[in-house]
C-alpha cells in the first residue's frame, strides 16, 4: 500500500541556514509524483514543489529543491536560507499512477526558524 | 492567494446537525478534491470530482455526500455531525485529470474550520 513517512515531528534552523526535511515513499508504482506543500499557522495550504518519478533532475523552486534518490524512495525537500516566514508544517505527498488523483499525504514536519 | 475560495472560514455547530460546506475553484480548473484534517488522522482525500461527475471516493462517511454543479463549484454535505467531524476541511482543484507523472498540481483553498459542539 502506498506510504508517506516523514520522520521528523519537529525541527528548528536558525535564520540564513539551510535546512533538510525528510519523506520517504512506498510504492509499487513506477509512474508517481511528489509534492511538498507548505501550511503555515493561518492554515492553508500551499504548493511548493513538485517531482515526477521520471525526471531525471532534482526538482528547483527558488530557495526549494528536492533531493529525489529514486532508489531509495526518498523526496526530501531542501529550504537553503532559511527566513522567519518558512516557520510552518511542511506537508510531502505522492500520487500515484494506478489511484490517479487520488494525493496521501505524511504527518508532515513542524519547522521553526529561529532569529 | 490560490485562487480558490472556501466558504465559511470558520463553522460552529451542534452534534446532530447538517451543514454545507461551499468552494469555488480556481478559474478554468475543472477538477475539485475535498480533504478532511484532523490531529488524529491528518490530512485524508475525500472525495474528487471533475466536471460535474465524481471520479473518486476516499475515506468519506456515507453520513458526507458533496456534488459539482454546472459552474464548476463544489459543495460538501455533512450531516448527523458527531463531535469526532470537528476537523479543518479543506477544498483544492487542478485543471485536468492526471495519473502518475502528470504535473496536475492541486491547489488549496484556506479551508473551512468546523467545530462540533
Known amino acids: 500500500a502506498q506510504k508517506i513517512t516523514q520522520t521528523q515531528p519537529g525541527m528548528f534552523v536558525q535564520e540564513k541556514e539551510a535546512v533538510t526535511l525528510d519523506c520517504t515513499y512506498d510504492?509499487?508504482?513506477?509512474?508517481?509524483?511528489l509534492f511538498w506543500y507548505k501550511q503555515p499557522s493561518s492554515g492553508e495550504m500551499i504548493f511548493l514543489i513538485y517531482q515526477g518519478s521520471y525526471d531525471e533532475q532534482n526538482a528547483t523552486e527558488g530557495r526549494y529543491s528536492l533531493n529525489f534518490q529514486k532508489a531509495r524512495k526518498s523526496a526530501n525537500l531542501v529550504i537553503s536560507a532559511s527566513q522567519l516566514g518558512d516557520s510552518a508544517m511542511y506537508f510531502c505527498a505522492m500520487r500515484q499512477k494506478t489511484s490517479y488523483d487520488k494525493v496521501i499525504f505524511g504527518p508532515g514536519t513542524s519547522l521553526s526558524v529561529i532569529p | 492567494d490560490s485562487g480558490v475560495t472556501q466558504t465559511p472560514k470558520h463553522l460552529i455547530t451542534a452534534t446532530g446537525q447538517r451543514v454545507t460546506l461551499r468552494c469555488s475553484p480556481r478559474s478554468g480548473d475543472l477538477s475539485v478534491y475535498w480533504y478532511q484534517q484532523s490531529l488524529d488522522q491528518g490530512l485524508q482525500f475525500l472525495i474528487h470530482y471533475y466536471n460535474g461527475e465524481e471520479r473518486a471516493k476516499g475515506n468519506i462517511l456515507e453520513r458526507f455526500s458533496a456534488q459539482q454543479f454546472p459552474d464548476l463549484h463544489s459543495e460538501l454535505n455533512l450531516s448527523s455531525l458527531e463531535l469526532g467531524d470537528s476537523a479543518l476541511y479543506f477544498c483544492a482543484s487542478s485543471f485536468g485529470l492526471a495519473g502518475g507523472v502528470d504535473k496536475n498540481i492541486q491547489y488549496f483553498g484556506a479551508g473551512t474550520r468546523l467545530s462540533v459542539l
Open positions: 510504492t509499487s508504482d513506477q509512474s508517481y509524483g
